[in-house]
């Protein structure tokens, strides 16, 4: 395996908000990749919370997107990416 690049200083960071939106605008009922996690348990694994100063205001707080943050934001500062994230299983499906 060859030594990855730096990282781009022209990559920005990823944020919390980014991940957020990338979790709910995506589609459910795709295959879980070779990991095993499906999209539908990184969207469905958060907690809700209530502002606890007014008793109201209930809001999703995702349990996983700290450490996505920072896995993502790994991967740009070593300049490469797992190679798992590369395998996919395809599989074709004949039309009727």
């Known amino acids: 395996m060859s030594k990855p690049e730096a990282r781009d200083s022209n990559v920005e960071d990823i944020f919390a908000a980014e991940v957020i939106e990338a979790l709910e605008?995506?589609?459910n009922g795709k295959s879980a990749g070779?990991?095993?996690i499906s999209m539908?348990?990184?969207?469905n694994a958060y907690s809700v919370c209530v502002d606890l100063s007014t008793g109201a205001d209930e809001?999703?707080?995702y349990v996983m997107v700290?450490?996505?943050v920072y896995l993502f934001n790994k991967v740009l500062e070593c300049?490469?990416?797992p190679e798992d994230w590369a395998t996919a299983a395809l599989v074709p499906v004949p039309k009727p």
Do not use: A, N, R, T
């Open 40 to 43: 539908e348990f990184l969207k």
């Open 34 to 36: 070779p990991d095993g």
């Open 59 to 61: 809001f999703k707080q």
């Open 79 to 81: 300049g490469y990416d």
């Open 25 to 27: 605008l995506s589609m």
């Open 66 to 68: 700290q450490e996505l």
